[in-house]
């Protein structure tokens, strides 16, 4: 090879690059292991079973104590992380798209009311949104004795948020088995449904059917079970309510800031997607004889979510990543509960190392998951 | 609005087309308007009677509370606490200002960070006008920064010093953003072209990185920047906090910044890189001259994009104690006497960032706009 070859200077750039990455890696590690051994710090994840000592305000998910280990409270913080991000996800989509869709009204009164919470939401940042709900919720709301009841059984405090939940009961069980097995049913039935179609044309009632196949047999299983009516509703005792559920301000000061920040993100992916869609789709639609709804299911929806899906997953992402932020306000969640576990034992390199591998994890296999998505979804090129 | 063969005249709520609301010709006055807008059907007539209901419900108390029964002067919280609950204290922000707007700067030197301030966001507007998008723009700012780090750190020209652990308040914010990007923008291009490139270790010690930043929340860098750093270094050698939470600002939006510009690289017509290929070209005068002109102006807009996100973010290093903005607020609202006041403070600081935030957002889609017609033009 002469030495203008370009394979050969491709090598020796390659060889150059990885030996800088690898040189500075070096310089950085060994620097870490020789500070660390002059502060007297063993590294390793050892400590991880010791002692934690300290209470976390919210263990609604996994029991714990201020004497279990630091591994249980970094669980417990991990749970509190997903806890949060999942309620989030959930509504912030249900937000996210009637903003969206909002924004696409032929009433100007509420397409302009949707555009201006967009634009406002989307550029406050986060950190200042999530602090103002949270001044909202401990300086504005009543103490519990003169709690705020908007709905019979619901009390807004600055102590938090009191819902009534139905009282525990066996039936619950049987009830969620049923509409497992009520969607199992109704997923085989659309599959029925949709090849006989495909096969003898005809148009059988799957909303209908399938509606019935999901809501019937929880329904039948509360009824078998004998109907139980007890409501666990929220009571004053004392300086505090007790009984039904609990939202601390933290958490819901946390889990509204993400949501309506988010489904400001949303919307605009919503009409982004809902626009991208080109008009004469649906005339084609229509002029092929599909009825409404057919023809937004077959035709408008599909093309729709191809735009929407990748974004609406960055989203997610984003709110995952974001509720991390719950450390600003005291919501104890994995960021949180690493951080005071750095502050008590020490071990930095560790703990940010958790802190890294948790959200990357999470990261990943959304991508993935995302990647499959797009290959499955991508317009086959004629 | 024309009635719409499919969806018939506002029977539905929803358009399926962007909606306009335009006047049409021979369609003048307030009627016709109300009509076709407001009550176009029933379900539209019913939304904007409800909407009305909910205006009329909400606006007056909020008007209440934030103008007519708000405490706007007070020498201290006394008035603030009668009005509480009632009326809003913006005395709070108005007896504050100067603490959330230069944090610790020696009080009688406030004129210093002060005139940083309206410097570096002038360099800003001025780097917004299309016709100062020339070479002596880099020199403008090269200028315009060192004036600003004399103004601030000070111990020439008879300026005192003043070491930028008391740096604070909304220059703190501004510096925090503008060195941020102008230093993850190069190392952003450079990730982006090693990202496309054919090397496979370039290429994959560039995604390692990107994915790597982007995969975790930014707390965790600014913590890794504040706690593992000092580690990282060689025993005697310090670095500051801010200078700390700089560099972990400037990895963060390099591995974003890298991939707004990527999406510039990929836009690009394969036929450019044939053409100056076939010209004899090397890689980097092709990249220099070829490439990237067309790549960063097609990138522009989310590019900005990402710049308003970016100055947004900067306000996490709350979290790691540094005082640009939002921190100023927080700490100001510890003061026992003006403590219970947040919803007002932060409500100031929304709309601070709000109006920087609002004003980018603007030009960026107007710049769009621009260079969309920009294009047309050269295609015709």
Same mark, same amino acid.
């Given at each position: 090879?002469?030495p203008s070859?370009?394979?050969l200077?491709?090598?020796?750039?390659?060889?150059?690059?990885?030996?800088?990455a690898l040189?500075?890696?070096?310089f950085?590690i060994?620097n870490?292991l020789?500070n660390?051994?002059?502060? /007297?710090?063993?590294?390793?994840?050892?400590f991880?079973?010791?002692?934690?000592?300290?209470?976390?305000?919210?263990?609604?998910?996994?029991?714990?104590?201020?004497? !279990?280990?630091?591994?249980?409270?970094?669980a417990v913080?991990?749970?509190?992380?997903?806890?949060v991000?999942?309620?989030g996800?959930?509504?912030?989509?249900?937000?996210?798209?009637?903003?969206?869709l909002?924004?696409?009204s032929?009433?100007?009164l509420?397409?302009k009311?949707?555009a201006?919470?967009?634009?406002?939401?989307?550029n406050v940042p986060l950190?200042?949104q999530?602090?103002?709900?949270?001044?909202?919720?401990?300086?504005y709301l009543?103490?519990s004795?003169?709690?705020?009841?908007?709905?019979?059984g619901v009390?807004l405090?600055n102590?938090?948020?009191?819902l009534?939940?139905p009282?525990?009961?066996?039936?619950h069980?049987?009830?969620?088995?049923?509409?497992?097995?009520?969607?199992?049913?109704?997923f085989?039935?659309?599959r029925?449904?949709?090849?006989?179609?495909?096969?003898?044309?005809?148009a059988?009632?799957?909303l209908?059917?399938?509606?019935?196949?999901?809501?019937?047999?929880p329904a039948?299983a509360?009824l078998?079970?004998?109907?139980?009516?007890?409501? !666990?509703?929220?009571r004053?005792?004392g300086?505090n309510?007790?009984?039904?559920m609990?939202?601390?301000?933290?958490f819901?000061?946390l889990?509204?800031?993400?949501?309506?920040?988010?489904?400001a993100?949303?919307?605009?992916?919503?009409?982004?997607?809902?626009?991208?869609?080109?008009?004469g789709?649906?005339?084609?639609a229509?002029a092929?004889?599909?009825?409404?709804r057919l023809?937004m299911?077959l035709?408008?929806?599909?093309?729709?979510l191809?735009v929407?899906?990748?974004p609406l997953?960055?989203?997610?992402?984003n709110?995952t990543? /974001?509720?991390?932020?719950?450390?600003?306000?005291g919501?104890? !969640?994995?960021?949180?509960?690493? /951080?005071?576990?750095?502050?008590?034992?020490g071990?930095a390199?560790e703990?940010?190392?958790?802190?890294?591998?948790?959200?990357?994890?999470?990261?990943?296999?959304i991508?993935?998951?995302?990647?499959?998505? /797009?290959?499955?979804?991508a317009l086959?090129?004629? | 609005?024309?009635?719409?063969?499919?969806?018939?005249?506002?029977?539905?709520?929803?358009s399926p $087309?962007?909606p306009?609301f335009?006047r049409?010709?021979?369609?003048?006055?307030?009627?016709?308007?109300?009509?076709?807008?407001l009550?176009?059907?029933?379900?539209?007539?019913?939304?904007?009677?409800f909407?009305v209901y909910?205006?009329?419900?909400?606006?007056?108390?909020?008007?209440?509370w934030?103008?007519?029964?708000?405490?706007?002067?007070a020498?201290?919280?006394?008035?603030c606490r009668?009005?509480?609950?009632?009326?809003?204290?913006?005395?709070?922000?108005a007896?504050k200002?100067?603490?959330?707007?230069?944090?610790?700067?020696?009080f009688?030197?406030?004129w210093?960070?002060a005139?940083?301030?309206?410097?570096?966001?002038?360099?800003?507007?001025?780097?917004?006008?299309?016709?100062?998008w020339?070479?002596?723009?880099?020199?403008?700012w090269?200028?315009g920064?060192a004036?600003?780090?004399?103004?601030?750190?000070?111990?020439?020209?008879?300026?005192g010093y003043?070491?930028n652990?008391?740096?604070?308040?909304?220059?703190?914010?501004?510096?925090?953003?503008?060195f941020?990007?102008?230093?993850?923008?190069?190392l952003?291009?450079?990730l982006?072209?090693?990202?496309?490139?054919?090397?496979p270790?370039?290429?994959?010690?560039?995604v390692?990185?990107?994915e790597?930043?982007?995969?975790?929340?930014?707390i965790?860098l600014l913590?890794?920047?504040?706690v593992m750093?000092?580690?990282?270094?060689?025993?005697?050698?310090?670095i500051?906090?801010l200078?700390?939470?700089?560099?972990?600002l400037?990895?963060?939006?390099?591995?974003?910044?890298?991939?707004?510009?990527?999406g510039?690289l990929?836009a690009?017509?394969?036929?450019?890189?044939e053409?100056?290929?076939?010209l004899?070209l090397?890689y980097w005068r092709?990249?220099?001259l070829?490439v990237l002109?067309?790549?960063?102006?097609?990138?522009i807009?989310p590019?900005?994009n990402?710049f308003i996100s970016f100055?947004?973010?900067?306000s996490?290093?709350? $979290? $790691?104690?540094?005082?640009?903005?939002?921190s100023? $607020?927080?700490?100001?609202?510890?003061e026992?006497?003006?403590?219970?006041?947040?919803?007002?403070?932060?409500l100031?600081?929304?709309?601070?960032?709000?109006?920087?935030c609002h004003?980018?957002?603007?030009?960026?889609?107007?710049l769009?706009?621009e260079?969309?017609?920009?294009?047309?033009g050269?295609?015709?």
């Amino acid at each position: 090879m002469k030495p203008s070859d370009p394979r050969l200077r491709a090598l020796v750039y390659q060889a150059a690059a990885l030996g800088a990455a690898l040189l500075a890696a070096w310089f950085l590690i060994s620097n870490t292991l020789e500070n660390l051994e002059a502060r /007297n710090i063993a590294s390793g994840f050892a400590f991880l079973g010791r002692e934690a000592g300290f209470a976390i305000g919210e263990t609604s998910l996994i029991a714990y104590s201020a004497a !279990d280990t630091y591994l249980k409270a970094l669980a417990v913080g991990v749970a509190n992380t997903f806890r949060v991000a999942l309620i989030g996800i959930v509504a912030a989509t249900v937000l996210g798209t009637l903003i969206g869709l909002a924004r696409l009204s032929r009433n100007w009164l509420l397409a302009k009311l949707a555009a201006a919470y967009v634009e406002f939401v989307r550029n406050v940042p986060l950190l200042v949104q999530l602090f103002f709900w949270y001044a909202l919720i401990t300086e504005y709301l009543p103490l519990s004795r003169a709690a705020l009841e908007p709905l019979p059984g619901v009390y807004l405090t600055n102590r938090g948020i009191f819902l009534p939940l139905p009282a525990a009961h066996p039936a619950h069980v049987w009830m969620f088995v049923a509409l497992i097995a009520g969607a199992i049913a109704a997923f085989f039935f659309a599959r029925w449904a949709a090849r006989r179609r495909a096969l003898a044309g005809g148009a059988p009632p799957v909303l209908e059917v399938a509606l019935a196949l999901v809501l019937i047999p929880p329904a039948l299983a509360y009824l078998a079970a004998g109907a139980p009516a007890a409501i !666990d509703v929220p009571r004053l005792s004392g300086f505090n309510f007790s009984g039904g559920m609990a939202l601390t301000p933290e958490f819901a000061a946390l889990a509204g800031g993400l949501v309506i920040y988010t489904a400001a993100f949303i919307a605009e992916i919503v009409r982004a997607g809902v626009l991208a869609v080109p008009y004469g789709q649906f005339e084609a639609a229509y002029a092929l004889g599909l009825r409404r709804r057919l023809a937004m299911r077959l035709v408008v929806l599909p093309q729709a979510l191809r735009v929407i899906v990748p974004p609406l997953t960055s989203q997610y992402l984003n709110l995952t990543k /974001n509720s991390s932020l719950a450390v600003a306000i005291g919501y104890p !969640d994995l960021v949180s509960i690493a /951080n005071t576990t750095i502050n008590q034992t020490g071990q930095a390199v560790e703990g940010i190392a958790i802190i890294m591998a948790v959200y990357l994890a999470i990261s990943l296999s959304i991508s993935a998951l995302m990647n499959w998505y /797009n290959a499955r979804m991508a317009l086959t090129g004629r | 609005m024309a009635t719409d063969p499919v969806f018939g005249r506002g029977e539905t709520l929803i358009s399926p $087309i962007s909606p306009s609301f335009r006047r049409q010709r021979g369609n003048w006055g307030l009627t016709p308007w109300l009509r076709a807008n407001l009550f176009s059907s029933r379900l539209s007539a019913v939304t904007t009677l409800f909407i009305v209901y909910l205006l009329w419900q909400a606006l007056p108390p909020l008007i209440d509370w934030a103008f007519l029964d708000a405490v706007w002067t007070a020498p201290d919280s006394k008035a603030c606490r009668a009005a509480s609950g009632k009326g809003a204290c913006w005395a709070f922000v108005a007896e504050k200002h100067r603490f959330i707007l230069f944090g610790t700067y020696p009080f009688e030197q406030h004129w210093r960070p002060a005139l940083a301030t309206v410097l570096l966001i002038a360099l800003w507007a001025l780097s917004a006008l299309r016709a100062c998008w020339k070479w002596w723009l880099a020199l403008v700012w090269a200028g315009g920064l060192a004036v600003i780090g004399v103004l601030m750190w000070g111990g020439v020209f008879g300026l005192g010093y003043v070491e930028n652990e008391r740096w604070g308040g909304l220059i703190l914010t501004l510096i925090l953003t503008t060195f941020g990007l102008a230093f993850a923008f190069p190392l952003a291009v450079l990730l982006a072209l090693a990202r496309r490139s054919g090397m496979p270790v370039l290429r994959g010690l560039a995604v390692g990185f990107i994915e790597l930043v982007r995969g975790v929340p930014l707390i965790s860098l600014l913590f890794m920047a504040s706690v593992m750093l000092p580690l990282f270094l060689p025993s005697g050698v310090a670095i500051d906090k801010l200078l700390r939470a700089q560099i972990a600002l400037i990895l963060f939006a390099a591995a974003y910044l890298a991939e707004a510009v990527r999406g510039g690289l990929q836009a690009i017509p394969p036929g450019q890189y044939e053409a100056a290929d076939a010209l004899g070209l090397s890689y980097w005068r092709k990249t220099l001259l070829i490439v990237l002109p067309q790549a960063l102006r097609i990138a522009i807009p989310p590019l900005v994009n990402s710049f308003i996100s970016f100055f947004k973010d900067t306000s996490l290093v709350l $979290i $790691i104690g540094l005082f640009d903005l939002l921190s100023t $607020i927080k700490v100001a609202l510890t003061e026992p006497a003006w403590s219970g006041f947040g919803v007002e403070a932060y409500l100031f600081a929304a709309i601070v960032y709000f109006l920087f935030c609002h004003a980018m957002s603007r030009y960026s889609q107007n710049l769009e706009r621009e260079l969309a017609k920009a294009e047309a033009g050269r295609r015709r």
